[in-house]
Every structure is written in C-alpha cells, then in structure tokens.
C-alpha cells in the first residue's frame, strides 16, 4: 500500500501509462498543462512539485488556450502521446469547456482535470464557486457532461482509482476518444489514502486496429464492384490508422479518384494523380465535380459533416454511400452500407475483392482533366492581383469597403495570392495550422504538401483562437519542424495568448495573421443572404449610432513585438518575401502582420451551405435567399 494524498496518486498514476499501436509503444502522458489557483495548487501543485516523476509542467496563459495547444499535441501525435490540463474552480474551468467540445468534435484525446468546490461543503461558497439552488451538487463542472465522451467526479479519494481506469479507456478509444473530465474537489485533492501499489503499476494501453467483419466486407464490395464512376472521400481515420499509403495504392491499382476531408487532408500525398484535393463546401472544382457525377461515395474515416457533403446536396441523389469507420455512429450516417473497422485493414480487405473480381473503374480521362482544370484555377488565384479594373472574387456589400481599406493600410495584397506564395516560399514539410474564418477555405483549396501530416486544421468546431495555440501544441509535438499558425485578425482577436508561452518555452511558431479588418467569412455570409453589413467589419461607431464608421486601423505587429516577438509588417509581394526569408532565420516566435484586401479569398466551386436564413422578411434580399434554400432543399437527401 502507499499512503498518499488523492492528487499525489493521480500524479504517480499518469506518469505510468503507455500506449502501443502496431508494436511500437510509448509514454501516454507527456505533462500537464495549468494555471495554477487557489482551488488546484495546494492539491495537485504540491504533488506536481514534490513527486512529480516523469511529468512536464507547462504553464498556460489562457485555459481555453493551453488545452486547444494539448489537444494540437495530441492530434499532430495521431492520438498516441497527450498533455493533461488542469485549472482552478469556476472561471478557470470554464474557460477549457469551448476545449473540450472541440476535442471531443474532432475526435481528439483531451484530459482535462478541472478543480471544484469543496466535497464536504464546510466552506460553502467557497470564492469562484457557482451554487445551483435546486442542487448544492451541481457545479460549474456539470457543464463538462455535454461536451466529454467520459465525466467523473472524485469525491472520495479511493474513487479516483475506477475513475482514472475509464479515463484511460476512452482517450485510448479510437472510436471514442475526446475530452475526458475528471473532476477534483479541492479538498480530496489533499485527502490522504491507502492506495493498492497496483494501482501504480506500468499500464500499455493496446491501440488495437479494429478487424472488418466478412459480411460487412462482401456488402461494401458488391456496391463498389457494380460502380462505374466510384469516389473515395478520406477523412481523418486515414491519417490516424496510417493508411495513406494504402489508400493511394488502392486508388491507382483500381482507378478510384479520391478527395479530401479537412481532417484527412496530407494523410495522401498532394502531387497523387488520384488526388483531387478537397470536396465539398470548401473544396475545389475537381473534387466537387467528380463527386457530383459519382455513383458510389466510399467515404473512410470522415463524419460526413456538412461541408464535406454540401448540406448532403452534393451527391446524386441515386449515389450509393459506404462507410468505412471504427466509429458505429459516424458509419451510420447518410444510412450507409457500412464496414465498423481500421481505416487501413479495410482498404487492404476491400482491395483483395475487388482484385479477385479483375476491378477496375470506369473512368477514362475525367480524373486528369479534374486535376488540370484545377491546376489551371490555382494559377489564377496565385496571379490574382489589385489594379485597375480590378474585381472583387466576392461582391463586396458596402461599395466603400476595398478602396477604403487600400487607403489606409497601403495594401493591394489579395488573400488568394499570399496563401500561394506562402506555400511557395515555406518548407515543404512546414505544417500549417488554422481553424475558423475564410482562410480554411483557401487552404483546404489551394495547399498542397507532400509530407504526410503537415496539414493541422480544427474545422469539426472551428474554433476562433484555435489556431495559435494549436500551432504552439503541434511545436510541441514536432519542434524540429518549422509550424505556421494561419490566422484571421478576427481569430488572432478571440485569442492568441499562448503566443507568449512559446516564448517562455523556447519553442518557435510562426504567426501569419491575414488582417482584413474584419470577419470576412461572416461578412459574406451575411450579404450573400441579404443581410445588411452588421457587425462583421471593424468599424468605429459612427454619428447614427451604427457600427458603420470608418474601419479601425490596428497594429498587431506593435501588439505582438510588447510579447517579445520578432514581427513584421507586410502590405506587398516584396515585403512578404523577406519575413517570410527572415522568420525562418529566426530562433523565437514571429508574426507576419499582412494587410490583405477584403474579398478576395476563394469561393464557390459548386457546393452548397444549409444555413438558418429567415423565412419571412420585409427585405426582399432576405427573401430571395430564402427561396433560393427551398430549391436547394429540395435536391438535398433528407438525413
């Protein structure tokens, strides 16, 4: 037995898991993230720094921002290693709920230890506790339930031994894994127990690849054999079984285009004649026509969500769908013929049928021609430029905005053309981070890499703020490769204060913030649905009361150099060339602060978004739009 406070167990506990996938084993838990408060320091702090074994700790700026950095870790390690985080009651805790919904989204292990009011309630209300009425049991953490695939309470020490086996059991899932709350009173914290000494014993938990059954097999093959023009759509299950390569094998061998998920995006290698980059709402003109004329959808590792599906208008509505998944739930979806397996043991089974039945696609020169057509669109974006007789890619609602924004900032960068040179000028095994706002549009579009796993995009949530201190958690992961944070002003706003803890830590990310002063994905939104311009452009208030003044000037290279940051400020081509030249030559955190010119990102390319338009409205703008979603409605399955 070991007699030990409650926290100084869980310490000893996390710094004895592992995990193995095919052979190769590894420690589970790297450290922990925290913000240390009157609710978690005297617990699990004393144990942190009095026996903390093998165990990092980092300390977060922000807690929603130190967890989206350890789930970033998580992700960029295909699930297989973590960092824990751990706040203090009430505003701490909240604060890594947004975390924890957008882990558990994206499928992503996040281990979140929140602290809480006191078990024993002598102390009631203890500061920063938040007392429900109708229950004394109900805290702030309650909030976890809907957002964790697992939520416990420790309110006895000897608890935290089930508790903590469970934990391991999901964030070891790989269909179920997400954010795992485990709540600790601050008083059982520092309670003091007995613990077994096998509690503390080295744990390997098995990452095991999920077999196909033989019948779900045959089934899923009869579909593909009797398809003429099938489509492969690879989703993140590829890139977390490792099966890009085999995937890429069995789309040559059998002439199956395949395309993109924002998830499943450098899983497969860009320059693959079979690759047609992405689909959907943000996919290109390749995927979306090919997947418009296909008649089975073979959909592998993806949530069907409804940018990868169109708001499900983007398949003929006779397509057949297959799924290959190790989740049951997401393999149900848009009622599917389904396989409930390892992305990579499937395509292999799957690939022997169809071998044995001679297979092989009815495709003859569509999928070229799809590439090229792209290739031709992507030299366009490149070369797109402001000057005279200059277009907007997206009909600007407030005809002052594009000149007034050129007058006060200098620029005529387009935001196609930035994101071009950028992947032109990086390394080739640079990984690109982001998250919400137009700009994962243009990348899912127009990035490209042949390095597997160099592509970081949180776009189940899409969470503004993700995406520096995702980049800062994939640093973490890989610090021997150079990590872009692609970020909106917007995002860069919401939240960027992991940016100082890169510093602290000596790991470099590189910020490029692309400032249009505004949410301009929002913004186009808005008025491509008849809505006036509220609220999505950065503008003073004005005379009338409306938020329709003259657009805000704001330095974020002047913002970011009070941190420490290496910054620089780019309003053209030239400009950009040399940070770009320079950051890399730098050993800190930097950030490119570039004007780029409001509608001028990507658009279009054939695929719809069902969004909540009203169905009534004295603009006749408004009612427009809404008649134009019951005809898109209409060509849309039904679930």
Known sequence: MAYMTTAQALVRFLDNQYVSFDGRENKFVEGIFTIFGHGIVCGLG????????????????????????????????????????????????????????????????????????????????????????????????????????YWDRIARPEQLMSAMINAMRVLTDTAETGAVCISL????????????????????????????????????????LKARKPLVICGGGVRYSEAGEALEQFCQEFGIPFAETQSGKTACLSSHPCN?????????????????????????GTRFSDFTTGSKSLFREDAQIVTVNTSRFDAYKLGAVKVVADAGLAIEKLGQILRREGYRSGYEGEIKEAREGWKKEMAFLASYSYGQDFKPLIAAGDPRTIPEFHELTGSGLTQTAVVARVRERIPEDAICVGAAGSLPGDLQRMWTSDTRYSYNMEY??????????????????????????????????????????????????????????????????????????????????????????????IDFAACAAGYGVKTYRVRNMEELDAALEDSLKQAGSTLIDIKVLPKTMTDGYGAWWHVGVAGTSENEKVCQASENKKKNLEKARKY
């Open 46 to 149: 004393e144990a942190l720094d009095s026996c903390p074994g093998g165990l990092k700790v980092y300390q977060g700026k922000n807690e929603q921002g130190m967890a989206h950095a350890a789930a970033s870790f998580a992700k960029q390690n295909n699930r297989r290693k973590i960092i824990a985080c751990a706040s203090s009651i009430g505003p701490g805790a909240a604060n890594m709920i947004t975390a924890a919904a957008t882990a558990t989204v994206n499928h992503v292990p996040l281990l979140l230890f929140p602290a809480d009011a006191f078990s024993t309630r002598q102390p009631d209300p203890v500061l920063q506790q938040f007392e429900q009425v109708n229950s004394l049991a109900t805290t702030t953490n309650d909030a976890y339930r809907a957002v964790c695939r």
């Open 276 to 300: 047609l980059g992405g689909v959907g709402v943000t996919g290109n003109s390749a995927g979306n026509c090919i997947a418009k004329e296909a008649d089975v959808i073979l959909g592998i």
């Open 185 to 224: 009173p601050q008083d059982v914290e520092g309670e003091c127990y007995d613990f077994p000494e096998e509690f503390f014993r080295k744990r390997v938990h098995r990452i095991v690849r999920i077999v196909p059954a033989q019948e779900e097999l045959e089934e899923a093959a009869e579909l593909l």
């Open 460 to 553: 189940g949530y899409s969470c503004m703020g993700y995406e520096i201190a995702g980049a800062f958690g994939s640093k973490l992961a890989e610090p021997d490769r150079e990590v872009y944070a692609m970020c909106g002003d917007g995002s860069y706003l919401m939240l960027h204060s992991e940016l100082v803890t890169s510093i602290q830590e000596h790991r470099k990310i590189n910020v490029l913030l692309f400032d249009n002063s505004g949410f301009g994905c929002i913004n186009n939104l808005e008025m491509s649905n008849g809505i006036g311009n509220l609220a999505t452009e950065f503008r003073f208030r004005n005379e009338e009361g409306k938020l329709l003044g003259d657009l805000m000037p």
